[in-house]
């Protein structure tokens, strides 16, 4: 990730003239302006198939410059990698910077006669899968899928399951959230299974709009078709949107899909004959 980033920054703030450093390179005098890239915690967080990393980023200008200098760098490095996918060219990997924020204050390294101010973005990277997969994705995820895919059109990309390596920007995920059977009667019961939808926008306004979409969407439609030759549907028992959930662990769309499948049962013999015999007093 750390080379991904830094061939970013190298080509999006042309105003470093290509420095972007190591710490210990940074120990070195070095002409400025110039970046620090650094590579702080790793965590797993449940919810998210992947690993999440911290960098922190320094821009360094000459003190004659002022802190306007400083100002300006940092705002061409948070446009160059906040919500930005990117691919390191080493290992392949794809993820995604966050911008998380400041890193204290503004201050004075009177060792190298600089301004900085530090800036810290959280980094994104799915797993890569172990093994291919071999078995096809449930039916009633498939066709929640074709649903997404019609209801937004493109640029949006639908996944099933959990984000790909290589996933791409617009895009929703649908994963199966858990699965329960609602008492019927005797000839039929209701399976009901929970979904939740992540929605990745290229933009904030382009994720809210298009979680408010299919949320608006699935209350019209009532059911999704699950095969419409056979007259099969889905119908939506339940659904709830929140656009300002995080859309990598939580995701902003919670919806209940229900079907009623008919009980199984066993035909008993039929009867061969009656006999009938009066009894004599």
């Known amino acids: 990730m750390r080379n991904g980033i830094r061939q970013r920054l190298i080509a999006a703030v042309p105003a470093v003239g290509g420095r972007v450093l190591d710490r210990h390179e ?32 320094w821009p360094y200008a000459d003190r004659a410059a002022g802190f306007a200098a400083v100002d300006a760098l940092s705002e061409a490095i948070i446009r160059a990698l906040d919500e930005e996918l990117l691919t390191d060219p080493d290992s392949g990997e794809t993820f995604t910077c966050r911008y998380q924020g400041a890193i204290g204050t503004e201050r004075v390294d009177g060792k190298t006669d600089a301004l900085t101010h530090g800036l810290r973005f959280r980094v994104d990277a799915v797993h890569p899968e172990g093994l291919a997969e071999t078995v096809p994705a449930d039916p009633w995820l498939q066709a929640l899928g074709e649903w997404t895919s019609q209801t937004l059109g493109a ?69 999704i078709a699950l095969n419409a030759g056979e007259r099969r549907y889905m119908t939506v028992r339940q659904q709830a949107a929140d656009p300002s959930a995080d859309e990598w662990t939580e995701g902003q769309i919670g919806l209940t899909l229900g079907r009623r499948v ?20």
């Open 26 to 57: 940074a120990e070195v005098a070095a002409d400025k302006p110039y970046l620090v890239l650094a590579q702080g915690v790793e965590t797993e967080d449940e919810g998210w198939p992947g690993r999440r990393r911290t960098y922190k980023i």
């Open 155 to 223: 640029p949006w990309r639908v996944y099933l399951g959990r984000w790909p390596t290589d996933y791409d920007r617009p895009a929703v995920l649908w994963r199966l959230n858990g699965v329960d059977t609602a008492p019927g009667n005797a000839a039929a019961a209701e399976t009901r299974k929970r979904f939740v939808g992540h929605v990745l926008g290229r933009t904030d306004n382009d994720r809210e709009a298009a979680v408010v979409r299919v949320a608006e969407q699935l209350a019209a439609a009532g059911k």
């Open 262 to 281: 008919v009980r199984p049962y066993e035909e008993e013999p039929l009867m061969e004959e009656v006999v009938f015999r009066r009894s004599i007093p």
